[in-house]
């Protein structure tokens, strides 16, 4: 059975850095592209960066040059750092494994806040 777990996330201010985790277990999880995805109040859950399995990384335009994805295979883990936060960064974020929607159930989150 696979899981994801989503940790790291909290509250913080606008210009601020958070490192979120995510830790999969009940899969063969070197072999998959990861992506973070992340879903605002009423709108729908998008892609926010993604790490294949050689570790070529992806990013949306509104993270370029923030936000950083990386994997580490031996733990089954991967990571989000971001930094120089903003408002509209605000979403309750989710990992999982591919880039166009999850393959897996998903995770419980973890909720991100940008606020002053």
């Known amino acids: 059975q696979v899981q994801l777990v989503e940790s790291g996330g909290g509250l913080v201010q606008p210009g601020g850095s958070l490192r979120l985790s995510c830790a999969a277990s009940g899969m063969a999880f070197s072999i998959f592209t990861m992506g973070w995805y992340r879903q605002a109040p009423g709108t729908q859950r998008g892609l926010v960066a993604s790490i294949t399995s050689g570790s070529s990384t992806n990013y949306a335009d509104s993270v370029k040059g923030r936000f950083a994805i990386s994997r580490d295979n031996a733990k089954k883990m991967v990571y989000l750092q971001m930094n120089s936060l903003k408002p509209e960064d605000t979403a309750i974020y989710y990992c999982?494994?591919?880039?166009?929607?999850?393959?897996?159930?998903w995770g419980q989150g973890t909720q991100v806040t940008v606020s002053s």
């Open positions: 999982n494994a591919g880039d166009r929607g999850g393959v897996f159930p």
